[in-house]
């Protein structure tokens, strides 16, 4: 099945910096990365994804990029804010079927004022 | 356009009770999933449904977790009897259905087993 391990378990910026969060995966069949954002006691909410027939994907403030060859896939925040403050997760298929999600362990982002 | 809806949020049993949940998916999503979220990792599938069919259910501690969506539309997620170590919140995802990747999910319900 697949594996997926997300670095690193805690991050804390600055407001404005940049936050990265990477995850790697083991199944190069995999062909679908959301990446959730769970507020404390909220539902994860998907706030990106991206097909493994593209290398990158933006929506204003976040991005995410895929490396296909490394088998691993990032999240990209600028300018943080406050609110960005939750925990993240990736997620890349169960046994290559894009319907069915193993998660990642987790980031909890701090950002600081 | 309504959410996944979930109930109830918050449950408290003792150990060998048993309990169950309820999910509503978003309206014309024909697959449906459970997940089970340990405090401090990430949501563990459980079982998929498509339609009112399993497509897989090979996460799920079949001696005492079961589910069913009789009419393809709501679901519920029974376990019986509970042990403490079912503490957590069962997370009802859905999606549009085959090709349509997206996960959206509900509230969860926070179970706690004493």
Request: glycine share 8%; net charge neutral.
């Amino acid at each position: 099945g697949e594996n997926v391990e997300q670095h690193p378990s805690t991050l804390s910026v600055q407001e404005g910096d940049s936050a990265v969060i990477k995850c790697t995966y083991s199944d190069s069949a995999s062909n679908y990365f959301p990446w959730y954002k769970q507020e404390l006691g909220k539902r994860p909410q998907l706030i990106i994804d991206i097909r493994s027939n593209v290398g990158e994907k933006k929506d204003q403030r976040i991005a995410v990029t895929l490396n296909k060859t490394a088998k691993h896939f990032s999240l990209h925040i600028t300018e943080t804010q406050p609110e960005d403050s939750a925990v993240y997760f990736c997620a890349a298929p169960l046994t290559g079927t894009a319907s069915k999600l193993t998660f990642g362990t987790g980031t909890r982002l701090q950002v600081t004022l | 356009e309504a959410g996944v809806a979930q109930s109830p949020r918050y449950k408290i049993i003792e150990k060998r009770q048993s309990v169950a949940f309820w999910c509503n998916p978003i309206s014309g999503h024909a697959t449906l999933y459970w997940y089970q979220q340990i405090l401090g990792q990430g949501p563990k599938l459980l079982i998929q449904f498509q339609n009112n069919g399993v497509v897989d259910d090979s996460q799920l501690p079949k001696d005492r977790f079961s589910a069913e969506r009789l009419k393809g539309v709501d679901s519920t997620l029974k376990i019986q009897p509970a042990k403490l170590e079912d503490s957590a919140v069962y997370l009802c995802a859905s999606s549009l259905g085959p090709g349509a990747y997206e996960q959206y999910f509900g509230p969860g319900t926070r179970l706690t087993v004493t």
